[in-house]
């Protein structure tokens, strides 16, 4: 398990053998944390629009990377490809990334991590992102509506927008 708590501490957990493995101290407040889908790696997204990345097995850091885009303000919310091969990165300055992981997983010392894919959602600040596991479909979320994207090609394929206590969907007429 992880634990992200004010102060920019995260935590991972044996919830097996009820002990702490790791405790990370990062530079800002941290607004969101991920496994691997292999279960090697955990991802943190913090509020200064850096992201780590650190193995679980050793504990070390992989890779620290502050996205100093234009377009960031602030990471919201991080998720890893089913695959492993890639992190999906949501802000509130109105964009999803799709970082490159492959060489993470080359075993390099400094894993080499760019930006792949940049998504444009418009004047929309995205709170949290999500993947499913087949790779069919990325969703972004605010308070009052949900994106749904291709995850391959970053086309916005839908959205569902709640308001009212009515819910409207339509093809999301999205940039790319």
């Not at 990471?75 to 490159?100: E, H, N, Y």
Request: aromatic letters at 10%.
């Amino acid at each position: 398990m992880i634990a992200a708590y004010v102060g920019g501490k995260v935590l991972v957990w044996d919830l097996t053998t009820r002990t702490r493995r790791h405790r990370y101290l990062v530079e800002a407040f941290v607004s969101s944390t991920a496994f691997s889908p292999d279960g090697e790696y955990i991802a943190a997204g913090c509020v200064n629009n850096t992201f780590y990345i650190w193995d679980i097995s050793t504990g070390s850091l992989c890779q620290t990377l502050k996205d100093e885009s234009d377009d960031t303000i602030s990471t919201a919310s991080i998720a890893f490809a089913p695959d492993g091969q890639s992190l999906f990165t949501s802000s509130l300055g109105m964009s999803i990334k799709r970082w490159d992981l492959r060489n993470l997983h080359a075993g390099r010392q400094v894993a080499e991590i760019r930006c792949m894919q940049t998504f444009s959602s418009g004047n929309i600040s995205w709170l949290s992102t999500a993947i499913m596991s087949d790779r069919v479909y990325l969703f972004s979320g605010t308070s009052e509506r949900v994106q749904v994207w291709d995850p391959l090609t970053g086309q916005a394929k839908l959205y569902l927008k709640a308001h009212d206590d009515s819910s409207e969907y339509g093809k999301a007429q999205a940039r790319v």
